[in-house]
């Protein structure tokens, strides 16, 4: 498979603002420390090395 | 200390006073690897001059943890009951994160191998083996206090200048193996550098010798309550000696960490008591480096002093010794009867591969002890951190990968009906065979594995392997039968379910070419 690039995620915008919200109250390094585990979760679920090469370097090439 | 370090004896070496004629081998330090390189050149029939500047086999442990392939190797060199007789046999390796476990392994899982996983052996007993059967054999000239101080090469031979308690002298040889160690003056003198990696990371590595009473297991903390933000280790040797590897920081001073003063502490502090005396006591700054090319004319390097690696993994000595198996039958097939050049670069080719996983497996390993502060640290500490909660983390924490044999990439005859696990390039895998090993009837050179099936007649000696489920499993696969060809080293060369006396002589000279 590789990396869904056109909308696939349900309810964005929620999931959205339950990112924002999960992240309410905490300090900058206490923020890293969770998007940390998020990715590290998240990875572990999709479970595939090539979409995830390509979301790394979609990341990397969007900036 | 406790081992009893018994001078190996200094004999005024011939050339002192007259010219030797021109040896076939010379190996450059009678370290593991370049002990076993003379062993696996006798045993393919090369007789070779070993010279070393010291006299004694290595001062304070260092390598402990040997691999099955390793003792698979010693097997052939003729030390493997012995190393397993004395060392500590284990597979499981706990990793804990402050008190409490995070994850462990078992790592083999299956019967039907003659050799464990690992052992631990103090490296002075692996040397201590080595010597006492290089001096059995005829074709070893072990030269202690011989130290090389200059090396040259020609077109056909190399040279090297031997400094002697009694004085000076040269010798020449076809080819030169330089196992002279990670600080390799034959690679400082032929002006190559290593390229690579160096970790700031201090680790105190020391040996306690302690009745206590822990289990013959790998321990591994990360952030310990006893040594806090840092990560320690804890490994059973024989003797009632225990490994204890402690990181310290970049900033601390080796010299005064090396301190009895301050170690004792420290070591009080794992262990809970101070029963214990201190054995060895070092500090490292680990590497992981090596090499670009490991064969330069008539000169190639095996073991440190083509790549070194930080200990975290087993990798060093572990790869020195199949760098040693590598080689062995590539040069004795040379020195013998001028067999292709090719298989010098065939070595080449395939132990650099190898050098490269273990420098990935090394410096990953390291650097997740060892994050840099920023990014680094946060992800390394939110594995950890989710490695308490959750099944998924608990394989993402990297105390170290342990030492097992690389696939060599290869192009050769393969069907993929077959297990993936004996390819061409892997290292065959041990079963039971009549009352012995499969191992071992494969020996030291090459064979035809047939399994069900006829071998064609080629000159090379057959080993019919009978069906049993752990050799369908490891040779079969769901084919009806299979027919291996197995390098002198043990590798996997070629393999077919069907196959014609042709293409398996085309297998054959491809092996003897470096091309396979
Ligand atoms: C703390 C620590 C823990 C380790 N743990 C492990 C482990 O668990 N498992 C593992 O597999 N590996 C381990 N290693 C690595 C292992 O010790 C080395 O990989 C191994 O010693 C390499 O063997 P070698 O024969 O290549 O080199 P060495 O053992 O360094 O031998 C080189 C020899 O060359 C000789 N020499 C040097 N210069 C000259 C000269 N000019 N003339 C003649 N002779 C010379 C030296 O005297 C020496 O005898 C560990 C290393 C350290 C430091």
């Known amino acids: 498979m590789s990396l869904i690039k056109t909308d696939n995620l349900p309810e964005h915008d929620d999931f959205y603002a339950e990112l924002l919200a999960t992240h309410k109250g905490l300090s900058e390094a206490e923020s890293h420390a969770l998007n940390a585990r998020l990715i590290l979760i998240l990875a572990n679920h999709i479970g595939e090395r090539d979409v995830l090469s390509e979301a790394v370097a979609l990341a990397r090439e969007v900036d | 200390m406790s081992y009893d370090y018994q001078p190996f004896e200094y004999v005024a070496p011939p050339g002192l006073t007259a010219k030797e004629p021109q040896h076939k081998v010379i190996i450059v330090g009678a370290g593991p690897v370049g002990l076993a390189m003379a062993i696996e050149l006798a045993n393919h029939g090369v007789a070779s001059v070993v010279l070393d500047d010291n006299n004694v086999v290595s001062v304070g442990s260092r390598a402990i943890c040997w691999s099955k392939r390793s003792l698979e190797i010693f097997d052939r060199l003729g030390i493997g009951d012995k190393a397993l007789a004395k060392g500590v046999t284990w597979k499981i390796g706990r990793t804990f994160h402050r008190d409490?476990?995070?994850?462990?392994?078992?790592?083999?899982?299956?019967?039907?191998?003659?050799?464990?996983?690992?052992?631990?052996?103090?490296?002075?007993?692996?040397?201590q083996y080595l010597v006492d059967r290089a001096l059995e054999i005829d074709l070893i000239d072990l030269r202690f206090l011989n130290k090389v101080t200059a090396v040259e090469q020609a077109e056909d031979s190399a040279h090297v200048r031997i400094e002697t308690p009694d004085g000076e002298y040269s010798l020449a040889a076809d080819y030169l193996v330089a196992c002279d160690g990670a600080r390799s003056p034959v690679r400082s003198m032929l002006g190559l550098e290593f390229e690579g990696e160096l970790f700031e990371e201090h680790f105190l590595i020391a040996d306690i010798r302690t009745q206590g009473n822990f289990a013959s297991e790998r321990w591994f903390w990360f952030e310990?309550?006893?040594?806090?933000?840092?990560?320690?280790?804890?490994?059973?040797?024989?003797?009632?000696?225990?490994?204890?590897?402690?990181?310290?920081?970049?900033?601390?001073?080796?010299?005064?960490?090396?301190?009895?003063?301050?170690?004792?502490?420290?070591?009080?502090?794992?262990?809970?008591?101070?029963?214990?005396?201190?054995?060895?006591?070092?500090?490292?700054?680990?590497?992981?480096?090596?090499?670009?090319?490991?064969v330069h004319g008539r000169?190639?390097?095996?073991?440190?002093?083509?790549?070194?690696?930080s200990p975290f993994g087993a990798r060093g000595g572990n790869s020195g010794l199949q760098d040693v198996d590598n080689l062995g039958w590539k040069l004795a097939a040379i020195v013998n009867r001028g067999a292709s050049a090719g298989l010098l670069d065939s070595y080449n080719r395939e132990r650099t591969h190898g050098a490269d996983e273990n420098l990935k497996n090394?410096?990953?390993?390291?650097?997740?002890?060892?994050?840099a502060d920023g990014i680094e640290r946060t992800f390394r500490d939110q594995v950890l951190k989710l490695a308490g909660k959750v099944p998924f983390a608990?394989?993402?924490?990297?105390?170290?990968?342990?030492?097992?044999?690389?696939?060599y990439p290869s192009a050769a005859?393969?069907?993929?009906?077959?297990?993936?696990?004996?390819r061409p390039g892997s290292v065959a895998l041990d079963a039971p065979q009549g009352n012995?090993?499969?191992?071992?009837?494969?020996?030291?050179?090459?064979?035809l594995l047939a399994?069900?099936?006829?071998?064609?007649?080629?000159?090379?000696?057959?080993?019919?392997?009978?069906?049993?489920?752990?050799?369908?499993?490891?040779?079969?696969?769901?084919?009806?039968?299979?027919?291996?060809l197995i390098r002198p080293d043990q590798v996997v060369s070629a393999r077919w379910i069907e196959t014609d006396k042709q293409a398996v002589q085309a297998a054959i000279d491809a092996m003897w070419e470096g091309r396979a």
């Not at chain 2, 003797?239 to 170690?263: F, M």
């Not at chain 2, 054995?279 to 480096?289: A, G, L, M």
């Not at chain 2, 005859?413 to 004996?422: F, G, K, Q, W, Y």
């Open chain 2, 394 to 407: 608990r394989g993402w924490v990297n105390s170290g990968r342990l030492s097992a044999p690389c696939v």
């Open chain 2, 100 to 127: 409490h476990e995070v994850f462990n392994f078992d790592l083999l899982p299956e019967e039907g191998h003659k050799m464990p996983a690992f052992v631990n052996l103090q490296q002075y007993y692996v040397e």
């Open chain 2, 413 to 422: 005859p393969d069907n993929i009906r077959l297990p993936a696990a004996t």
């Open chain 2, 224 to 294: 310990p309550n006893f040594h806090p933000g840092q990560s320690a280790l804890l490994h059973k040797q024989p003797d009632n000696i225990y490994r204890i590897d402690l990181q310290l920081g970049w900033e601390t001073d080796p010299d005064e960490e090396k301190k009895p003063e301050n170690v004792i502490p420290r070591i009080e502090k794992v262990l809970g008591h101070s029963d214990f005396e201190l054995d060895w006591v070092s500090v490292y700054t680990f590497q992981c480096r090596r090499l670009r090319d490991f």
């Open chain 2, 451 to 484: 399994i069900n099936c006829a071998a064609p007649d080629l000159g090379i000696d057959v080993v019919e392997l009978a069906e049993t489920p752990m050799v369908r499993a490891r040779y079969l696969g769901d084919a009806p039968q299979a027919l291996y």
């Open chain 2, 299 to 309: 000169i190639a390097f095996a073991g440190d002093s083509a790549h070194v690696v």
């Open chain 2, 436 to 447: 012995g090993w499969l191992l071992q009837s494969l020996g030291g050179a090459p064979r």
């Open chain 2, 362 to 371: 090394s410096s990953r390993t390291t650097r997740f002890m060892t994050p």
